[in-house]
C-alpha cells in the first residue's frame, strides 16, 4: 500500500507540475509597473513578510474621490496575475483591486501557512496598505478569491470587521469535512495539493508534518491533524462571522473533488447575515475558469453584482432572487430555492433488503472516477463514471437497486445512506455510489462518499449513517437508481486489513434504506 500510495503522489506531483509551470511560465511579473494603469508593488504581509501584489484603481481615478475596495488572494500555486482580466473589469466597473500572492507561493515571503493566523494577519495588512497608498474607501471593502483565496476570504472576514462583502468561489469551510470526509483521506486531493506547493511555495516544517501524517494514517495523528484543519476552517469561526454579518456569496461545483459542496451547503444554513449560495455542474474551480480569462462567466458576473450591490448600493436586484441558486448536471437553466433545506424538498428510499457479504481490499470496479478529469467531461460532455452494473462483481460489491421509475426523478440535495454493518476487523473502509441504471445496465454515477471505522469489535454490528456528496442530476423515466458498495477506490486511502468481510443487513427494528431527495415538481 506504501508503494502505490508514493506512486499516486509522485504522479500527482508530475502532473501538478506540468499544468502550473506551462499555464505561468513567462506571465509571472517582473517590472513594477505597467503601461496599463496596473501597478505591481510589495507589500509588508504580518511580521513584515514581502506580499507581491498588483494595484488596479479605476481609470482617470479621481484624487477627491473614494471608491470600494476589493482584495484578491491567489489560488493555492498560481502567481499573483491570476485574477488580472477580472480585476480589471472591476476597476473598469469602479472599484480598486488589491490581488496579492499569498505567502510561501512564488515570488512572496514566508513559508505556506495554509489559511493559518498569519494568512488571515496579511488580508488585514494588505487592506490597511489599499487603505493608505490608493483611493479606497475605507467603508465598503470586500474580499473575493477562488480556492484557497476563497478560503482566506472567509476567515479574513470572520477576523476583521471592516470586510462588508465576500465572494468565496470553490473554497472551503470545513477543511476537515472537505478532505477527510467520513475520516477517509481524500488521497489524490491531498496529493494534488502536496504537488503543486512542492512546485510553486514552500512547505513549511509543519505542514510536510501534516502531509505525512495524513498519507501513513497514523491514528495516533488523527486528532492532531483535524485541530490543525479547524483552525483553518471558517465554520470554526461562525459565531465570529455572523457577528461581523458581512454579505457572503458561495459557489461551488456539484463534483468539487477537493471541497465537496456538502460542507458549504452546511455552513451556508448557519450564516444569519445577507448570503447566497450557488452550485454548478464541474469540478473544483472549473465553474470560474473561463472568467479568469476574461470570457463569459456567470459565477464572476454574479460575484461582480453581488459586490455592486453590498459595496456600491446599487438596486440591481439580487437581494430580491431567491438565495439559493442551482444548476443542474443534466439540463441547462437555474432553479431558486428559498434555502437549502428546500432543494430536497421530498425524498424517496431505496430499501436495502436481505444480508450481503463482501470481501474487502479488491476494486470492483465502481469508482468516483479521476480526481479533476471525471467532474470536468460531466460538466463539458454530461459523461460521469460510469460502471456496468450487473457486471459488478457481486464478491466485492454490494449491489441493490430501485424499481424502473415511470416519470423522470430529479435528484437534488444530498442523499443519505443507513445500514447495519458487521465488520470482521476492528477498522474497514467502504465506498458508496449512487448510480443512474440505463435500460442495458449502464449506471452513470451520481454521487459517492467514503466511511472508515476504526476500533469496532469484529462480528458485532453497528449502524453506518453516511451523507453522499451532493448533487442535481435528472434521472430518465424507465431509468432506475442502483447504491453500490465496494472497499477500494483511488480517491480515498483503504483501511482494509488483508482478508476483512463487510456484512450489510436490515434488521426488522432497524431497516437499511438509502434516502434520495428529489425537487418537488
Request: net charge negative; aromatic share 8%; proline share 6%.
Amino acid at each position: 500500500m506504501g508503494t502505490t500510495r508514493k506512486a499516486l503522489r509522485t504522479t500527482a506531483v508530475g502532473a501538478v507540475s506540468a499544468t502550473l509551470v506551462a499555464g505561468a511560465l513567462g506571465i509571472a511579473p517582473t517590472a513594477q509597473a505597467a503601461p496599463n494603469g496596473i501597478r505591481f508593488v510589495d507589500i509588508a504581509g504580518d511580521g513584515g513578510t514581502v506580499l507581491k501584489a498588483n494595484v488596479i484603481s479605476p481609470a482617470g481615478a479621481d484624487a477627491t474621490r473614494r471608491y470600494p475596495l476589493l482584495v484578491l488572494p491567489t489560488s493555492w500555486g498560481m502567481p499573483q496575475v491570476e485574477y488580472l482580466a477580472q480585476a480589471q473589469k472591476l476597476a473598469d466597473s469602479g472599484y480598486v483591486v488589491v490581488s496579492y500572492n499569498v505567502r510561501g507561493f512564488w515570488q512572496s515571503g514566508g513559508e505556506i501557512e495554509v489559511a493559518g493566523p498569519p494568512d488571515i494577519a496579511d488580508a488585514s495588512k494588505v487592506i490597511d496598505w489599499a487603505l493608505a497608498h490608493t483611493p479606497a474607501d475605507a467603508r465598503h471593502i470586500g474580499m473575493a478569491g477562488v480556492s484557497y483565496g476563497a478560503g482566506i476570504g472567509l476567515l479574513a472576514a470572520a477576523h476583521d470587521k471592516r470586510i462588508r462583502a465576500v465572494a468565496s468561489l470553490s473554497g472551503w469551510a470545513d477543511l476537515i469535512d472537505s478532505i477527510y470526509s467520513g475520516r477517509t483521506q481524500h488521497v489524490q486531493a491531498a496529493a494534488l495539493l502536496d504537488g503543486a506547493s512542492l512546485v510553486t511555495g514552500r512547505q513549511s516544517a509543519e505542514l510536510r508534518r501534516i502531509f505525512d501524517d495524513f498519507y501513513s494514517s497514523n491514528l495516533a495523528k488523527e486528532q492532531e491533524i483535524i485541530a490543525w484543519g479547524k483552525k483553518r476552517s471558517a465554520g470554526t469561526y461562525l459565531d465570529q462571522l455572523n457577528k461581523n454579518a458581512p454579505a457572503v456569496l458561495l459557489a461551488n461545483a456539484w463534483g468539487d473533488t477537493i471541497f465537496p459542496p456538502n460542507q458549504y451547503a452546511d455552513f451556508y444554513e448557519k450564516l444569519t447575515g445577507p448570503k447566497r449560495l450557488e452550485l454548478r455542474p464541474g469540478d473544483h474551480a472549473t465553474a470560474e475558469a473561463t472568467g479568469l480569462f476574461g470570457l463569459p462567466n456567470d459565477v464572476w458576473n454574479d460575484t461582480e453584482r453581488w459586490f455592486d450591490h453590498y459595496l456600491k448600493g446599487e438596486d440591481n436586484g439580487i437581494d430580491r432572487e431567491q438565495p439559493v441558486q442551482l444548476k443542474s448536471r443534466s439540463s441547462d437553466g437555474y432553479e431558486g430555492y428559498p434555502d437549502w433545506k428546500s432543494v430536497g424538498a421530498t425524498s424517496r428510499k431505496i430499501d436495502l433488503v436481505g444480508a450481503t457479504t463482501i470481501r474487502a481490499n479488491v476494486d470492483s470496479g465502481a469508482d468516483g472516477g479521476v480526481v479533476f478529469l471525471s467532474s470536468i467531461l460531466d460538466q463539458v460532455a454530461q459523461l460521469p463514471p460510469i460502471a456496468s452494473i450487473p457486471l459488478l462483481p457481486r464478491r466485492w460489491a454490494a449491489v441493490w437497486q430501485s424499481e424502473r421509475y415511470a416519470t423522470a426523478q430529479q435528484v437534488r440535495g444530498t442523499a443519505r445512506l443507513h445500514t447495519t454493518l458487521t465488520p470482521t476487523k476492528e477498522s474497514g473502509t467502504l465506498v458508496a455510489y449512487l448510480y443512474d441504471v440505463g435500460p442495458l445496465g449502464l449506471g452513470k454515477l451520481v454521487s459517492n462518499a467514503p466511511y472508515t471505522f476504526h476500533g469496532r469489535t469484529p462480528g458485532k454490528p453497528f449502524g453506518v449513517d453516511l451523507e453522499l456528496f451532493s448533487t442535481a442530476y435528472d434521472v430518465p423515466a424507465g431509468h432506475r437508481l442502483a447504491l453500490v458498495v465496494d472497499t477500494v477506490d483511488p480517491l480515498y486511502i483503504e483501511h482494509n486489513p488483508s482478508g476483512a468481510q463487510l456484512t450489510f443487513s436490515s434488521p426488522a427494528h432497524d431497516p437499511s434504506y438509502v434516502s434520495v431527495p428529489l425537487r418537488e415538481q
